[in-house]
């Protein structure tokens, strides 16, 4: 029997199934107001009796955990904690926090071709042909700093190359107001820290970054989401929550969105910042898949604000290798001794061996090509989708751009959908 349905050995039959059903309600794999399987589709997937399944689902049923709707089955209960929309400290728990163990299980266990959602590209795609040569370069310095802790701020000449990449794109920033992240992932921590308390609302948008909400639960903020289209994120929707809740920050990508792959339109742009201003809130923008852009032509909040109420955020982890770890936030100038002083507090400091090697590929062309490869081959999978999903009955986004991600409608419980197909190999 395929592991995912083994049952608890320790346990009664009816005991296992309630806690079989339970994990996954807890790892989201079934959520609020969902459907979960007939007592008959999940006693023939356990291999148990219909009785025993019956019994234990009356068991949630009992303890709140589902609901039995008559001629219908039974669906997770989807019973919210309300607040009132000025109570800042109350938090309203609408998605529990994602159970990070099984996050780690799917992103480390299952093989790449079955996690097309995991956001990581296929190694052939983004090996990189100098990596060893860059690695052996900087191992014959390693005397000169492996024993020092280094530049809290991070490897000085990555940044000053960063800030010159930078200001070709528009962004005009000194290496002054950089510093080195373990990833976005850390740059999303420290600002949430540095804007935030338990309590507060930040928004992010629907869809989006599963690890982010989940992270900023963590933090005990009040997550949001706000409708996102391929024009940027509702307008109207928008200025109800800023109303409504005060957000002191907004997370969002304006190029690539991850999952949507598309791009912020100007007018869109302009709408926000001005609610940034009015609200006096700030933005998180994780510029994280930039480098894909053909000639780096896109609008971004940042090239149109210059870093007043923009944190920028970005990392070479996806185009480059997922274990060197090396991302760069840029902070409005104010900002800037609060964000070193967390990151002191947090790790004391980046490792600049990774940060020296990533800048070496970068100052030898290698980072060039390995993006020009990278966008080549984007460019003939989603050229393939276009073919491809007509014939199996979906339609190919129309705004999607030639990103990491596709987000496609196919008109059913995609809950269920990845469960099977899981199921199925």
């Known amino acids: 029997m395929d592991s995912s349905y083994r049952l608890n050995p320790n346990l009664t039959k009816t005991a296992a199934v309630a806690e079989w059903l339970q994990q996954r309600i807890d790892w989201q794999i079934y959520l609020p107001n969902q459907r979960v399987p007939s007592v008959r589709k999940l006693a023939k997937l356990l291999n148990i009796s219909s009785f025993t399944v019956a019994q234990a689902y009356e068991q949630l049923v009992a303890t709140n955990v589902l609901i039995a709707k008559p001629s219908s089955g039974y ?52 090996r990189n042909d100098k990596m060893e040569w860059a690695i052996r370069q900087v191992t014959q310095q390693a005397d000169d700093f492996i024993y020092n802790y280094g530049n809290i701020q991070g490897y000085l000449p990555l940044r000053q190359q960063f800030a010159r990449h930078l200001n070709t794109l528009g962004l005009k920033v000194r290496a002054d107001y950089i510093v080195t992240t373990a990833g976005v992932s850390q740059s999303v921590t420290m600002v949430g820290q540095l804007l935030t308390q338990a309590g507060d609302t930040v928004l992010v948008d629907s869809p989006g970054w599963y690890w982010l909400s989940s992270c900023l639960q963590q933090q005990g903020l009040n997550v949001i989401a706000v409708d996102r289209d391929h024009q940027g994120p509702s307008i ?30 100007p007018a869109r742009a302009h709408q926000v910042l001005n609610l940034i201003h009015k609200y006096d809130a700030y933005i998180f923008e994780d510029d994280l898949y930039a480098s894909l852009v053909p000639n780096g032509q896109a609008l971004r909040y940042a090239s149109l604000d210059q870093f007043e109420r923009v944190f920028y955020a970005t990392g070479f982890s996806k185009l480059m290798a997922s274990g060197w770890r090396v991302g760069m936030l840029v902070c409005p100038d104010k900002f800037i001794d609060d964000v070193i002083r967390i990151k002191i507090l947090s790790n004391s400091n980046t490792p600049e061996f990774g940060e020296r090697v990533v800048h070496r590929l970068w100052t030898h062309g290698e980072y060039r090509r390995q993006i020009k490869k990278v966008q080549q081959n984007l460019y003939l999978a989603h050229q393939r989708l276009r073919e491809a999903l007509p014939k199996i009955g979906l339609e190919y986004p129309e705004h999607t751009q030639a990103g990491i991600f596709i987000w496609v409608d196919t008109k059913q419980d995609t809950g269920q959908l990845a469960l099977d197909a899981y199921n199925e190999g």
Do not use: C
């Open 75 to 126: 669906y997770v209960n989807a019973t919210l904690r309300l607040s009132h929309q000025h109570a800042k400290n109350e938090r309203i728990n609408k998605y529990p926090v994602i159970d990070t163990r099984w996050l780690l299980q799917v992103l480390n266990n299952t093989p790449h071709h079955l996690s097309p959602g995991s956001g990581t590209l296929p190694n052939d795609w983004v």
């Open 236 to 265: 109207e929707q928008l200025q109800k929550l800023f109303a409504a809740y005060r957000p002191k920050l907004y997370l969002t990508n304006s190029v690539f969105h991850n999952p949507t792959s598309y791009h912020l339109h």
